[in-house]
């Protein structure tokens, strides 16, 4: 289950300065993870609201930490009206980034920090 002191530190995501200074961001939806595993973001952890148990099989790398969240803490941190359950705490290198950019011919998931 996921700490209060987790949550504090996920919200805080939300504004744009936090996430310069933590250099973290979140992703939020099956597929923006999915994608974000295949490119080896380092995933910190990820989250799924209770009301979504079958989310955690739609995961494609099992090697991450899924762990499960209370549906009203699962609303205090998600950004969209209708969400899928699911989010993920990521590291936001830069030069991660453009590394990836490098590779012209992959897909490139990049986090608005």
Same mark, same amino acid.
Not at 34 to 52: H, V
């Given at each position: 289950?996921i700490?209060?002191?987790?949550?504090?530190?996920?919200?805080?995501?939300?504004?744009?300065?936090?996430?310069?200074?933590?250099?973290?961001s979140?992703?939020?939806?099956?597929?923006?993870i999915?994608?974000?595993?295949?490119?080896?973001?380092?995933?910190?952890?990820?989250?799924?609201?209770?009301?979504?148990n079958?989310?955690?099989?739609?995961?494609?790398?099992k090697?991450?930490?899924?762990?499960?969240?209370? =549906?009203?803490?699962f609303?205090?941190?998600?950004?969209?009206?209708?969400?899928?359950?699911?989010?993920?705490? =990521?590291?936001?290198?830069?030069?991660?980034?453009?590394?990836?950019?490098?590779?012209?011919?992959?897909?490139? =998931? =990049?986090v608005?920090?």
């Open positions: 289950m700490s209060k002191n987790k949550i504090k530190l996920l919200r805080s995501l939300g504004t744009k300065k936090n996430r310069e200074n933590n250099n973290k979140i992703l939020e939806g099956v597929r923006l999915n994608e974000s595993i295949k490119q080896n973001a380092q995933i910190k952890g990820i989250w799924i609201s209770k009301e979504f079958n989310l955690k099989n739609q995961i494609i790398n090697n991450h930490l899924i762990d499960y969240i209370e =549906v009203d803490d609303k205090l941190l998600s950004n969209t009206e209708h969400s899928q359950g699911i989010i993920a705490e =990521v590291n936001t290198n830069l030069n991660h980034i453009t590394n990836f950019a490098k590779k012209l011919n992959e897909n490139i =998931v =990049v608005d920090s």
